[in-house]
């Protein structure tokens, strides 16, 4: 069964995408993109408490994730996957301003392989499904499932992989927004992935660090982010951009990145797709693609929600209705 509903959608003016390593330049020049990005801080921030940690996943993973929760002594779950190549660095704003307005949710981030402050690990499945396992074995470790989760565009892609493979796992879905279509599939698997390896200049882990996003990874990381990087091999590298793009071209003709049809209608899950926008303006992200996805998703609602306010009034209630408190 599906729902369409409109919640407080107002126009907001295009603004200018700001420059980043870690985001594709287009899906900046959204109205969401301050809701998530950068996003400025909300009354009752600066009172939240918060955990910081380094989580080793090993032996079952080969990465040590970097993961922030606000409101650690919280009774629901609800774990945030950053968009874009994104990290807690860009997009922790969002999740501190939801803990903000709900002191009963423990709002989990996280930093994903290979980027923020987490380790780098190629592995050898695409991206998203190395995700999606890291996710399995983070969720152990905290002792937090069955959790909500919130995905952002490609955070989203890791979350569904996730719901499909632990359905026990997941409590609920928020799909906000849902990746999909020929154009999102060919321009976000070469910015993200296939310039790598079309690039002929790399041929070391040295000329990996100059790019703009690894770059920035050992800013962020420092000494000991550049060894870490240093110490991967090239081939490997080069080998998981390749699976990865081509994984993601693989879905241009299907409703969403990174899962087929069958694979959507076979999640029973409850799911919310929230978009920003009403029209045709968006062609990462279309709206003919989210109203697809409802009626494939078994147990789903559609709604559009361009700022903080009608977020939270969609997210809070469906979180609190789906999402059991911990024993």
């Known amino acids: 069964m599906t729902n369409d509903i409109e919640t407080g959608a107002t126009e907001i003016d295009d603004i200018e ?8 330049k287009s899906a900046s020049n959204n109205s969401y993109y301050p809701v998530y990005f950068n996003a400025l801080p909300e009354p009752g921030v600066d009172e939240l408490e918060c955990e910081k940690l380094s989580v080793d996943l090993r032996p079952e993973r080969d990465v040590t994730v970097y993961v922030e929760i606000y409101n650690p002594n919280a009774s629901i779950p609800l774990i945030v996957t950053p968009g874009g190549m994104g990290e807690i660095d860009g997009f922790g704003g969002f999740a501190r301003n939801v803990a903000a307005a709900a002191p009963y949710l423990k709002v989990i981030i996280w930093d994903r392989r290979n980027m923020g402050r987490s380790s780098i690990s190629f592995g050898t499945e695409p991206l998203s499904i190395e995700e999606a396992e890291d996710l399995h074995v983070l969720i152990e470790r905290l002792g937090v499932a069955p959790a909500a989760f919130y995905g952002m565009s490609s955070g989203s892609r890791s979350n569904m992989a996730l719901a499909e493979r632990y359905p026990d796992d997941v409590a609920a879905l928020v799909i906000a927004p849902l990746t999909g279509g ?3 599939a060919s321009q976000l698997s070469e910015e993200y992935y296939l310039k790598y390896v079309n690039d002929e200049s790399l041929t070391s882990m040295e000329d990996v660090a100059k790019t703009r996003l690894w770059n920035a990874y050992i800013e962020r990381n420092g000494p000991d982010g550049r060894e870490h990087l240093m110490q991967q091999d090239v081939s490997d590298f080069l080998a998981a951009m390749k699976r ?11 409703t969403t990145l990174g899962m087929t ?6 999640l029973t899950v409850p ?3 929230i978009l920003h926008h009403g029209q045709e303006v968006d062609y990462l992200h279309p709206i003919v693609h989210s109203r697809a996805a409802t009626t ?4 789903s609602t559609l709604a559009f929600a361009p700022t903080l306010e009608p977020i939270l009034a969609l997210l809070l209630p469906f979180v609190r209705e ?4 911990l024993a």
């Open 17 to 24: 995408p700001e420059e980043d390593a870690t985001l594709f």
């Open 182 to 184: 020929p154009m999102a």
């Open 244 to 254: 990865t793009g081509e994984h993601l071209q693989s879905f241009s003709q299907k």
């Open 261 to 266: 049809d069958e694979q959507l209608a076979a």
């Open 271 to 273: 799911a919310t797709l």
């Open 296 to 299: 494939l998703l078994q147990n």
């Open 322 to 325: 789906h999402t059991p408190p």
